[in-house]
């Protein structure tokens, strides 16, 4: 598995590590190499601005280990709880355990040889260090290279202080920069001595080419030098090492016009990046109208304040940390940061309203790309709602909304940490409390952690018809269903789930979450010998997901007609609907979704003549199932395929061969897994016809028939 992902971007040769052309720092280069090889920890330290991520980005780059480089950029985050959870999603690891995410990272790190880049972690430098300590103790094969202003301090740390660059470097910095820009320096002399008076610090050269297209290099000297004796008392001696860069970024700063100043300012709310309309909202008003945003927000990207990224999400915008920080002193110090902080909630609060609503619609992989652009501001929007007693419903209206982000797109861990702070607050409102009570207990039901899941749920349900919400008991009702359904105790799972879904029905409540209670109440028909009824029930489903371009939902409908079509012998038509139920799942990051058909589709595979590819498919969904937990949640019904399945190929292989095909499906990631189930041509019709299974036994001999996903989906309006 060798990749490199930068920003959490996968960069196999199609993406550059950086987005600009580096320039310089051959010789740092050359030494951060050699001590990365040397050392398991290294620690790039330095002021802001003097290039530490950049110079690692290359290093890195140039020194990959076979699993890859993968970057955890901590800058944005704020909550240490949180460093672990961004660390899992960074290394793209996706668990439904409860398992605490330090020892999911631990158990994927331990037989991987990979470099990972910590960067930006100075303001959480305790969770960090902990978090390396733990991770180094425990994956022999894993390095660290950490990014900051400030030590981790931890045994076997050896650390790197990065100078800033040398005369000749930075002038070559600044006449590239400025050509890019289309204004060229001009007189070496002047801009070397430009240089010099910046002390060769990379964002001070870079801001100073921002402004060649204005000023010559000439004026932008003589102003500096100017703010040099402001600062100083006219003794440029007496200015302390390392003053030019505030000094840079201050210049810069009041070279900009008033709106600019005020914009800069009001975009260090934001965590990470943000795009136009958040921009517009957030910022917009009291002296800087709305309509003008993008104009200033413009004229900050050509100064080199604010920088342009393309991302899944669209186009986004973000400022450097260091320009961060000073946008955000002067926001304190205009007394107006309380008021952009609840714009900010308000904002992200909005977004993930319309984005629940919006998910039962075609844009449900649009949605999930934004919401995954967005976790940093959605985690300073939740952390400021939760610790805000007048505002904790804010909160859990957020941490509930989110539901198809934590339960869909592979969060759950994170999801938890969240709803669970939520669940905690008496904040007086009760509708959004239990709301993020009965996602508390969806969350914690995929997780195999049935015990609180149904605390939570039962909950939810007394208090629902305390304060007669009936929407909110329809859902504690349906979860509830759910826990049983994975369970086994198969009439009490049909009971539940068929009175919440006439619960729904006379709210008139119908979105993804409804069509998922449809398609586990058809599970528990299947279970039970009524196939034809759950393929009746599926195909309405798949109907009305399709009146609404729902693709999240119809997956785990499609699961359910692929296994009726496999029992009919139609090979062919199982494997398109695996091969549909699969790639949504797999774009959704639904791991649950993916291994389902994944699992399925070992068992066609081998209906069609190929035992070893079919045992090579195992193999891989067998790796699958680990973060998930219990492989299916220990329930004998959803164990039938990969049972009969691993029976016939052992037959038909014998089992040595058998296992050394389980062997080799286990070492394929999951992307590769994915593009090998989904790239496998079909079989002839002769094969398929050579191979048609024979019904399984049924339920009442002890061989239980699988059906679709035990628990997925969730509640747009509930609450």
Not at 571 to 588: E, I, K, M, V, Y
Request: hydrophobic letters at 45%.
């Amino acid at each position: 598995m060798q990749s490199i992902r930068w920003s959490g971007t996968p960069v196999n040769g199609n993406l550059p590590l950086e987005p600009d052309v580096f320039v310089g720092r051959s010789a740092e280069l050359a030494s951060l190499s050699r001590a990365l090889g040397a050392s398991r920890l290294v620690t790039v330290t330095g002021p802001g601005g003097i290039g530490k991520s950049r110079l690692a980005a290359r290093a890195a780059a140039l020194g990959a280990p076979p699993d890859g480089v993968w970057r955890v950029d901590l800058a944005a985050l704020r909550d240490p709880d949180c460093v672990d959870h961004e660390t899992v999603a960074a290394l793209g690891v996706t668990d439904h355990t409860c398992s605490p995410p330090r020892e999911v990272l631990a158990a994927h790190l331990a037989d991987r040889r990979l470099l990972l880049v910590l960067d930006g972690f100075e303001h959480l430098v305790d969770a960090c260090a902990e978090l390396v300590a733990h991770l180094l103790a425990r994956a022999p094969g894993l390095r660290v290279l950490a990014v900051g202003r400030r030590p981790l301090a931890v045994a076997g740390e050896r650390l790197f202080a990065l100078a800033p660059m040398d005369e000749d470097e930075a002038v070559r910095l600044l006449a590239e920069r400025a050509e890019r820009r289309g204004a060229p320096v001009g007189d070496e002399a002047v801009a070397r001595e430009l240089c010099r008076r910046l002390e060769g610090f990379p964002l001070a050269v870079e801001l100073a080419a921002g402004r060649l297209g204005t000023l010559s290099a000439g004026q932008l000297l003589e102003r500096l030098d100017d703010r040099f004796r402001l600062l100083s008392g006219g003794n440029r001696d007496a200015l302390p090492r390392h003053r030019a860069l505030r000094t840079a970024i201050g210049w810069s700063h009041e070279l900009c016009t008033p709106p600019e100043r005020l914009l800069w300012s009001r975009l260090s709310v934001f965590a990470g990046g943000f795009d136009l309309e958040a921009a517009e909202y957030v910022c917009g008003g009291d002296g800087l109208p709305a309509q003008d945003v993008l104009e200033v927000l413009s004229a900050l990207l050509a100064q080199s304040v604010v920088v342009r990224e393309e991302s899944p999400a669209g186009v986004r915008y973000r400022m450097l940390d260091t320009l961060r920080e000073y946008g955000a002193e002067w926001l304190a110090g205009t007394g107006d940061e309380e008021r952009l902080r609840r714009r900010h909630r308000d904002w992200y609060v909005g977004l993930a309203t319309w984005w629940e609503l919006d998910w039962f619609s075609p844009r449900q992989a649009e949605i999930a790309a934004r919401a995954e652009a967005e976790l940093p501001n959605l985690r300073g929007a939740l952390e400021l709602a939760l610790t805000d007693p007048e505002e904790a419903h804010l909160g859990q209206h957020l941490a509930g909304a989110l539901w198809f982000y934590w339960v869909g797109c592979g969060r759950l861990a994170e999801g938890r940490h969240w709803l669970e702070q939520a669940a905690r607050v008496d904040s007086g409102h009760e509708p959004p409390r239990l709301k993020a009570l009965w996602v508390l207990g969806h969350v914690a039901i995929l997780q195999g952690d049935t015990g609180p899941a149904l605390a939570a749920l039962q909950e939810c349900g007394r208090e629902a018809d305390r304060t007669a919400n009936p929407l909110a008991a329809a859902y504690a009702e349906h979860r509830r269903g759910c826990v049983a359904l994975v369970t086994d105790d198969l009439s009490r799972a049909e009971r539940l789930l068929g009175s919440a879904l006439e619960r729904y029905g006379e709210a008139g409540e119908l979105n993804s979450n409804v069509l998922m209670g449809q398609v586990e109440l058809a599970m528990a028909r299947a279970f039970q010998g009524h196939l034809a009824e759950a393929v009746r029930r599926c195909e309405e489903i798949r109907r009305v997901c399709d009146d609404h371009g729902e693709r999240w939902a119809r997956g785990y409908a499609l699961y359910v007609l692929a296994y009726a079509a496999w029992r009919d012998g139609d090979c062919a038509s199982a494997r398109a609907l695996l091969g549909d139920s699969l790639a949504g799942a797999h774009r959704f990051r639904d791991l649950l979704g993916s291994v389902l058909a994944l699992e399925l589709l070992a068992l066609v595979t081998l209906s069609e003549g190929d035992a070893a590819e079919a045992a090579v498919l195992q193999g891989a969904a067998g790796a699958m199932w680990r973060p998930v937990g219990l492989r299916l949640f220990g329930s004998a019904h959803y164990g039938a395929p990969r049972a009969m399945c691993e029976a016939r190929a052992r037959r038909e292989l014998g089992d040595a061969v058998y296992e050394e095909c389980v062997r080799r499906g286990a070492l394929l990631d999951r992307d590769a897994a994915v593009s090998r189930a989904l790239g496998r041509p079909r079989t002839p019709p002769a094969v398929r016809a050579a191979h048609r299974p024979a019904p399984p036994a049924p339920a009442a001999s002890g061989t239980h028939e699988p059906a679709a996903s035990p628990t997925r989906g969730g509640g747009e309006t509930a609450g």
